[in-house]
Each structure stands twice: as C-alpha cells, then as structure tokens.
C-alpha cells in the first residue's frame, strides 16, 4: 500500500530521547504536550544553575512530577534524567547517579557551545577521564552536544570539525563508552555514526528532517527556525532523512525541543531552540512519509532508542490519523507566549 493510501498509524507509544523542560512556570507550561506523545523522555540538564549531582537530578525530577500532575488525563509519563557534564564531575558523582535508578546518562556541552553551556567542559580528555572511565565502567551514554567553539571554525562547520578533533580521539581512549551523538545535522555527522565501530548512536530532530538552512531567511530573517546546530544545506537534510528513514537502529528519535519566551527568541540578539513538543510525532510523521517511509517511523521512534539504552520497549500504542491539522500561532508560556516550530503551517497528521 502506498503511503498516500494510509489514514491511520498506531505505533508502540515513542520515547523522546532528546527533552528540553526546563522549570518553574515555563515546566507547567511545556510538560504536558510531551506527555500527552510520548511515554518517557531524556531530559536535558541545562538549567541555570545546571544539574551537575544526583541530588539536583532527583529534585528536578520532583518538580517535573509535580508538574505532571497539574494536568488531568495525562497518560503515564516517566522523565529519564541527566546529570550535566563539568571539568570537575568525579566518578564517584557518576557512580551515585547510576545506582539511583533515574539517571540515564550525562550530558556534554563544549563550554559556550549553547543555551546555558557557560559551565560547560572546557577540556575533555583533560579534565574529564574519572568521569569518562566511570561512564565506561556503568555503561551509562555520553551524550555528546557535538560541535566545536572555536570561533575561528565557521558555524556551519562547527559539527563536522568535531568530529576529527573530539569525537575520534574521545572514542579511541573510551572505544567502550556508550555515545550518542544528539541531533546530527550533516552527512559527515550521519556518516560517521553508520559506519563508526563500537557503542555509537545519534539523536535527529524534527527541524533538521523538515527544512534547510534557508527557512531561516526565506522573505526575512526568521528567528523561530534558529537553533543550535543550525540548520544546514539541502544535501545534509537528505542525509539526515535517508539515516532517520533507513531503518538503521543507530539513529532514533530526540526532538531537542528548546522553548523559549516569544520576546527572547525575536530579539536582536535571539536565543537558539525550536519548540517542538507540541506537535513532535506530526512532524515526524510529516518527514517520513515524504521519504515514502511511514513504516520506518515506529522503529525510529519507539524501538532504537529504548534498545541503546537498555530499556524495555514501551507497551501502549499512539496512533496517528490522516487529517488536516494547522499548527497553532502561539501558546502560552508562563505570563508570556511561546512559537511553536512551523507555526500556522498545516500538517496532514494529527497525533491521538
Ligand atoms: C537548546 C536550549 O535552548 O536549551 N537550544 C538549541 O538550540 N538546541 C540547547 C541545545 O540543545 O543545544
Ligand atoms: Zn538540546
């Protein structure tokens, strides 16, 4: 059967392997739509100050709770958490991490490499090996914001060049580190994770599989298409789309949805992160059904994150119907309002 042909897909329930929440109002604000997609989801550990212990993961993931249940009807969602990478985390941090059960993996940022980096590695094999070893040692994922901060590296080069100077020489001294390489955005990226030896998986988001490098200037510059990686040229989106699509269990599914407040996104100096959660799975839907691969979507979001990880699949079902759906202009955010990704552009899926 052709795709055009098909008017419903219920799939496992998908994992979102790739979260940002965030906390207080913009957390009330935000939990829901995930929840209501998806049965669990790795959430990032930038706040402001960022969660670097255990502690600050499991109070986090209090608060996340709590906010949970401000909403009715919610099916069961489970937040998996992170612990924030720094030169100073020791292995015994990671240790206690593991054998509390509800840390899932850690999270590298190069320092300044984004949103709330600033307290981010400034050395990895330098200043990181107790950590790096103790990763190893509990098979606990890195996971790997990878582009480099060298300002003399152009932007759209930031990912490829990390890949020579970071990602070879990390996974040559840890080669049993469990890797995963979060929202690639070229070919090199995509490439490098299909034909890598060893533990190595990438995360691919909903903005990198849909549009290139030019929506973020089509008729004027548009602030609510920029994020970090950026978006790039047409034929790293293709590569992008034949990786998610290919059925490969390397690559799954991680929105790395970023809200920010409408005013500090269009601002003269606007902060990086597409807001996704709202509408993820159409989107998703969205892509893989241009490729003509609606049947590769259930793996990419439901079985090869959960498998690298080490979890079990999920059991209940979400199902996706053929029908016209307008992405809304905006939702509200706290005591302000947030852009969802493609804003009123109309989608021919609609999620459960
Ligand atoms: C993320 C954010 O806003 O926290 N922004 C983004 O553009 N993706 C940080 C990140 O994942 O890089
Ligand atoms: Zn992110």
């Known amino acids: 059967m052709s795709d055009q042909n098909i008017t419903e897909l219920t799939i496992t329930r998908p994992d979102d392997w790739h979260l940002h929440l965030r906390d ?35 109070a986090y993931r209090q608060r996340i709770e709590d906010a949970l249940r401000q909403h009715d009807d919610l099916p069961l969602f489970t937040p998996l958490m992170t612990l924030y990478l720094t030169d100073n985390t020791s292995a015994d941090e990671i240790v206690r991490a593991h054998e509390s059960g509800q840390v899932y993996a850690v999270k590298l940022y190069p320092a300044g490499a984004t949103t709330n980096s600033d307290a981010g590695v400034t050395d990895l094999l330098g ?5 790096l070893q103790a990763l190893e040692r509990c098979g606990m994922p890195l996971l790997v914001h990878g582009e480099v901060t060298d300002p003399e590296i152009d932007v759209f080069d930031r990912e490829a060049v990390f890949i020579d100077r970071v990602m070879r020489p990390l ?45 973020i200037f089509q008729g004027g510059v548009r602030p609510h298409w920029y994020c970090l990686p950026i978006l790039k040229r047409e034929i ?36 990086a992160g597409c807001y996704s959660a709202l509408h993820a799975m159409e989107l998703y839907a969205t892509a893989f059904e241009r490729a003509g691969r609606l049947d590769r979507l259930e793996g990419f979001a439901s079985f090869h994150g ?3 990880y080490g979890l079990p699949r999920n059991t209940d079902t979400l199902t996706l119907r053929r029908e016209s759906y307008t992405i809304p202009a905006d939702v509200p955010f706290g005591d302000t309002s947030l852009v969802p990704l493609a804003a009123g552009e109309s989608l021919d899926w609609r999620a459960e």
Do not use: W
Request: charged share 20%; with cysteine.
């Open 171 to 215: 996974r040559q001294a840890y080669p049993g580190l469990k890797v995963v390489f979060e929202h690639i955005t070229t070919k090199d990226g995509a490439e490098y994770v299909r034909d890598a030896e060893g533990p190595i998986a990438a995360t691919i988001t909903p903005q990198h599989l849909l549009y290139n490098r030019n929506a």
């Open 236 to 271: 790293h989106r293709q590569a992008l789309l034949d990786a998610a699509t290919s059925g490969n269990s390397r690559f799954f599914l991680g929105t790395d949805s970023a809200p920010h407040a409408r005013g500090l996104k269009e601002h003269a100096c606007g902060c």
């Open 306 to 308: 959960a498998a690298f």
């Open 127 to 131: 200043k990181c090996g107790p950590a």
């Open 24 to 58: 207080g109002v913009a957390l009330q604000a935000v939990v829901g739509h995930t929840a209501r997609q998806f049965a669990r989801a790795i959430i990032m550990p930038n706040l402001r100050p960022p969660v670097t212990t255990t502690e600050q993961a499991l």
